[in-house]
């Protein structure tokens, strides 16, 4: 919403300046945006008296003058045609900025010739686009400053515009008269009188109108009133002026007048050409399929339910949002149809999504617009009308009647103690609301018809805090819900969130957080991409599905780096992913890439590269981290987006993963655009089982007296063996003995034939009670050679 | 004859220039057939009054030789150590090996860390940290906050929209524009009295300079018998101060939200000196949150009585807030994952905040 300071002082009488008047805008809860004022950057031009005007010795369109200015006469060369002796100028002495021309001005030589200044234009001040000549003025003194001659003589060209955000609720702010009240509440001057109009007509309105039954409750009232004899056309300057600063084209005064009157009350009005409406205008709900080209020239279709208004012809306007072209009024018309009409803000609201158009009038509408001013602003409009474009004025025609929902609320005065926390006299809680227009009877507080927003007893607490400024608001302490130390309030999972992002990044990852959304491409590579999580309305393509897993971004994350140079990279990232796009269809992951190497060539020879083993041994140390249960199974068969035979999933059994490490697939990697390998883990801390025992004891410490004994052993078996099976096998030798079994080293092919290899472990004895004795050692080593080799199909290696 | 022993072996020893040496004069004095042992062997031999003038002396001289050979082994030890010493030496300046891959520390994003500055802060006042859905239902996230169908509102929150498949006539679910539908969740599933926070993504279709179409909110909602809004203002002062370490005065203005009434924008004063933002002092202004008492509706929404509860509800950016506090220029690049910047303005995986060692 904008407006000028000039407009608002139609409506409040202030002594105060644009500054002090933004400021407490903002205060009051109508923030502004913007204050523009043009009177600042014509500070420094000052008025000057021609004394003499010469041809310049070496050009003929040039003049020498000699200038009385504020720093004595000074010589300056001017080309304009009506500079001569004898009148009074603007000038620009050197060091002015004239911002038409984006120069600074400096004493310089024209033609040989010096000169001091320069004398301006309308356009080189942006005043106006005028640059025949320079500016004559027909009075001021030598040296006074040009903007204070302005605000004197000609207040409109400096006019300071301010520019505020309104806030849903504040439909009444949306005229410049509800500002000015505020301001006027807050003690920051007067309010004016209402303007008032009475007019009687002289002869029936030939136009009648009515309301559909169907509509009513759509389009309760609409009055109009027709005006013979006007004669249209550019609208005065002070209109033209008030309009171009906040940013409409004057298009002609009846045009103009119902801008004004959106603005300056918040009252939109559409006028027609009476000659071309035919017939009686009809307020109806749409039966949907019309067709009507509106004042913005574009073709529009109604839907169903959609308020129209039509004559004997057809449908003319679309009610409340834009009026039709056919009917629209031009230079040419002499009679004119004044609509002054309220409508249900929902139904405009609808239709205006539906029709999707954008206009002063739906905005108002919408929000809400005074229903106890319809007819008042028809009238107001109408005595406009007859002073800027002259005319007859019919008698009204009405049908409904205004939709004036009486509201009271009882003020309680000690709410603005308990709720905001701010003492306020009563009396002066019940003044602030009394010059808002609320009228007090006993505690009951009626609502003025311009505030639907106010609905209850909360809203006349927030009138009174806002009018006392929230800015003398003390603080008050909160005590705690009870004394002590405060108890712990994170939840098991989201601290197994913040173990497993520490301990990541103390492995050297460095975490990322990348958009919930991806492309569908990249969605589909990891099982997502469907139309259940998608966006209707997505800000890309790049950005259309919700992700199925972090590893696609990680991947891009990933890609972009790499672009950047940045080859060996460990990433990850802790967020939701999705499943589907029902609300609750998601699940917290963690995931980790690596790719490149594990670090830039070094001296030592250590740097290589990275491996599933890398990926392997960092998930587990945040597996354990994370309280996972110390066994698990390693099992094979992940999702496709795995390398088939080079991942495992960390399992509770086979149905119960708690994370996937490994390889990328080739193809993926290929698809994401990444030529070096990848090994990434992802985990889903939620499924990993809370511990059962929730205390804070540990499990006694058993520590065996009696040294343990290892035994190393190797054995040759086919390629496909797994580590596992060997392990495995040897610690179901002896399950009380065995205390723990390692694998050291593993060999493939050679000596042994290009499908065998040959894994070394090592066996720990723990001895319990008393020292083992050679022979149990021996039988403890059969048992493990036996089990071993029939698990796994090897031989003990001689 | 014991004085030439003593004389011939100490001089040896003390002359002896390598361990072995020195072993072959232990062997040759006072091993099994060292001099010195056959000596002592021939003190049978003797008068006892010889015996007890010449025992003593004995074993005097064999504890004298031990010793000798002891320290003279120790300074031989000595010596080759040194010896050694001189030619052992390393080029210290080359750089030293990584850790278990070799590469440069990890980092914690800087949402991570406000995160946890935020939670840190506002569990010391009783504030519990709920979360939620982030595909929201549009009751939620619109009509639960007084937010109806129609509200101007709900347009200029360029909400996400989901897809909805042909059929399901169902009002489209949403990417919640706010955290504050969790607000609802938790009164619903906690009733009065409430403290929570509630951290997350939020989600608005709008993308520039200084917006990106995801963003963090922390949200705050207190509820009791008597939380005023000067209650808001003092927890909002209190964790500003806490959360920049140094003292921070807020002010409010009057503003509108459909879910808050009275409602207020907050700023933090702040300078401006220099192109740079400095909180806690200056007489400038920034506004950084959104505030205000619970709306009835609200209350009613989540199953709690107006008549009996009422409390405040506050909503900032985390971004925002980091962005300020680190001196970070620009939120795009928050999710850029731009490694260098990961590296710059991440922090380290020790640095936990805690309110004991300021956050």
Not at chain 1, 34 to 57: C, I, M, N, Q, Y
Not at chain 1, 687 to 716: S, W
Request: hydrophobic share 40%; net charge negative.
């Amino acid at each position: 919403m904008k407006f000028t300071l000039s407009w608002l002082r139609d409506h409040l009488e202030t002594e105060a300046g644009v500054d002090e008047i933004a400021e407490t805008l903002t205060d009051l809860g109508l923030e502004v945006e913007e204050v523009t004022d043009p009177a600042a950057r014509l500070h420094d031009f000052t008025l000057g008296f021609v004394e003499s005007a010469e041809k310049h010795p070496d050009a003929d369109r040039l003049k020498v003058c000699q200038v009385a200015t504020d720093a004595g006469v000074k010589q300056i060369i001017c080309g304009a045609p009506n500079a001569r002796a004898g009148i009074t100028v603007v000038v620009a002495r050197p060091g002015t900025y004239v911002p038409g021309i984006d120069t600074t001005i400096q004493v310089g030589k024209i033609r040989g010739v010096e000169s001091h200044g320069m004398m301006a234009s309308e356009r080189e001040m942006e005043l106006s686009d005028e640059h025949s000549g320079i500016i004559e003025l027909p009075s001021g003194e030598v040296g006074q400053r040009f903007s204070d001659w302005l605000a004197t003589n000609d207040p409109t060209r400096i006019d300071p515009v301010i520019e505020i955000a309104i806030t849903p609720n504040r439909q009444d702010a949306l005229g410049v008269r509800g500002i000015a009240r505020d301001l006027a509440a807050r003690g920051l001057g007067t309010l004016k009188p209402a303007p008032e109009a009475r007019i009687e007509g002289s002869f029936p309105c030939p136009i009648g109108v009515t309301i559909d039954d169907d509509a009513l409750s759509h389009a309760p009232h609409f009055a109009g009133r027709l005006i013979r004899g006007v004669t249209n056309g550019p609208s005065p300057a002070w209109l033209q002026a008030r309009l171009k600063a906040i940013g409409l084209r004057p298009i002609s005064a009846l045009v103009d007048i119902t801008n004004f009157f959106t603005f300056d009350r918040n009252r939109p009005l559409h006028v027609f050409d009476a000659v071309k409406v035919t017939g009686d205008l009809r307020v109806h709900l749409a039966r949907g399929g019309e067709t009507l080209e509106a004042l913005d020239e574009r073709s529009y279709t109604f839907p169903e339910g959609a308020l129209a208004i039509s004559d004997d012809r057809g449908v003319e306007s679309i009610a409340g949002i834009m009026g039709g072209a056919p009917s629209g009024v031009s230079d040419e018309t002499t009679d004119v149809f004044v609509e002054s009409a309220w409508w249900d803000l929902v139904t405009i609201a609808r239709t205006g999504r539906a029709m999707k158009i954008h206009s002063d009038a739906r905005y108002r509408f919408e929000r809400g617009v005074d229903p106890a001013f319809t007819r008042p602003g028809l009238d107001l409009a109408t005595q406009m009308i007859l002073d800027l474009c002259g005319g007859e004025a019919s008698e009204a025609v009405e049908a409904g009647a205004p939709a004036i929902e009486e509201r009271s609320y009882r003020l309680d005065t000690t709410r603005v103690q308990s709720l905001v926390g701010m003492e306020i006299a009563p009396d002066a809680q019940r003044k602030t609301l009394e010059s808002l227009g609320f009228k007090l009877d006993g505690d009951m507080a009626h609502v003025p018809t311009w505030r639907r927003d106010v609905q209850g007893e909360a809203d006349l607490v927030e009138e009174v805090a806002r009018m006392a400024s929230l800015t003398h608001l003390a603080p008050q302490p909160m005590p705690r819900e009870r004394p002590g130390v405060p108890a712990p309030i994170l939840t098991t999972g989201q601290k197994a969130e913040q173990t497993a992002r520490r301990t990541c990044a103390a492995l050297g990852y460095n975490e990322v957080v990348s958009y919930s959304f991806i492309d569908k491409a990249a969605a589909a590579l990891f099982a997502g991409g469907n139309d259940a999580s998608m966006l209707e309305n997505p800000i890309s393509s790049e950005m259309s599905h919700l992700r199925p897993s972090l590893l696609p971004g990680l991947l891009q994350a990933a890609t972009r780096n790499m672009k950047r140079g940045q080859p060996d990279l460990a990433l990850f990232e802790v967020g939701t992913v999705f499943s589907g796009g029902e609300p609750g269809e998601q699940a917290v992951q963690m995931a980790g890439i690596l790719t490149g190497r594990t670090g830039p060539k070094d001296v030592h020879g250590s740097a290589r590269a990275v491996d599933l083993f890398d990926a392997k041994a960092d998930l587990l140390a945040i597996l354990g981290g994370l309280n996972a249960p110390a066994k698990t199974q390693i099992l094979r068969g992940g999702e496709g987006w795995w390398h088939p035979g080079r991942h495992g999933r960390v399992c509770l059994g086979p149905k119960k993963t708690l994370a996937v490490f490994g390889e990328l697939h080739p193809r993926i990697l290929r698809a994401m655009g990444i030529r070096t390998g990848a090994v990434a883990f992802t985990i889903w801390p939620d499924e990993i089982p809370v511990p059962r025992n929730q205390g804070h004891a540990r499990a006694p410490l058993e520590l065996a007296d009696l040294q343990a004994v290892e035994r190393d052993f190797a054995f040759v078996v086919d390629a496909d063996v797994e580590a596992a099976t060997i392990v495995n096998a040897a610690q179901g030798a002896d399950k009380a003995l065995i205390d723990d079994v390692r694998v050291f080293d593993q060999f493939v092919g050679g000596a042994l034939g290009e499908d065998k290899k040959s894994l070394a472990i090592t066996v720990r004895l723990q001895p319990r009670g008393e020292t083992l004795t050679d022979a149990q050692i021996e039988a403890v080593a059969k048992a493990v050679v036996a089990k071993v080799e029939k698990a796994s199909g090897g031989t003990l290696r001689g | 004859m014991m004085d030439d022993l003593r004389t011939k072996y100490l001089s040896q020893i003390d002359t002896a220039s390598t361990e072995a040496a020195l072993e072959d004069l232990r062997l040759a004095a006072i091993g099994k057939k060292g001099e010195v042992s056959l000596a002592m062997r021939s003190l049978g031999k003797m008068t006892p009054e010889e015996r007890q003038i010449e025992g003593p002396r004995l074993n005097a001289l064999k504890d004298e030789i031990t010793s000798a050979i002891a320290a003279k082994k120790a300074a031989l030890e000595d010596a080759a150590l040194e010896e050694r010493l001189r030619h052992e030496w390393l080029d210290v300046t080359l750089p030293g090996r990584g850790g278990a891959r070799g590469v440069a520390e990890g980092s914690v994003h800087p949402v991570s860390q406000v995160w946890e500055e935020c939670t840190a802060i506002f569990a010391d006042m009783g504030f519990r940290v709920a979360e939620g859905p982030q595909v929201e239902s549009d009751w939620y996230n619109f009509d639960a906050l007084n937010i109806p169908d129609h509200h101007p509102a709900r347009g200029e929150m360029d909400t996400f929209y989901m897809h909805r498949a042909a059929g399901d006539d169902r009002p489209p679910h949403v990417l919640r524009t706010h955290t504050s539908p969790v607000q609802i969740r938790s009164m619903q599933e906690h009733g009065a009295p409430l403290r929570i926070i509630c951290p997350g993504r939020v989600y608005r279709a709008d993308f520039d300079q200084t917006h990106t179409p995801m963003f963090h909110q922390v949200e705050g909602l207190a509820i009791g018998r008597d939380i005023s809004m000067a209650n808001l203002k003092w927890v909002l002062e209190e964790f500003f101060t806490a959360f920049f370490g140094t003292k921070v005065r807020t002010r409010f203005r009057a503003s509108h939200f459909p879910f808050t009434e009275p409602s207020a924008e907050v700023d933090i004063q702040c300078s401006f000196e220099g192109g740079t933002v400095k909180v806690g002092e200056g007489d400038g202004w920034l506004e950084v949150l959104g505030s205000g008492m619970v709306h009835p509706h609200v209350l009613r929404a989540g199953g709690i009585d107006p008549d009996e509860w009422q409390g405040f509800a506050f909503g900032m950016g985390i971004d925002r807030i980091a962005m300020l506090k680190y001196g970070i220029p620009d939120l795009r690049a928050f999710f850029d994952s731009d490694l260098r910047w990961l590296r710059h303005y991440g922090f380290s995986a020790l640095q936990v905040p805690t309110l004991r060692a300021g956050v």
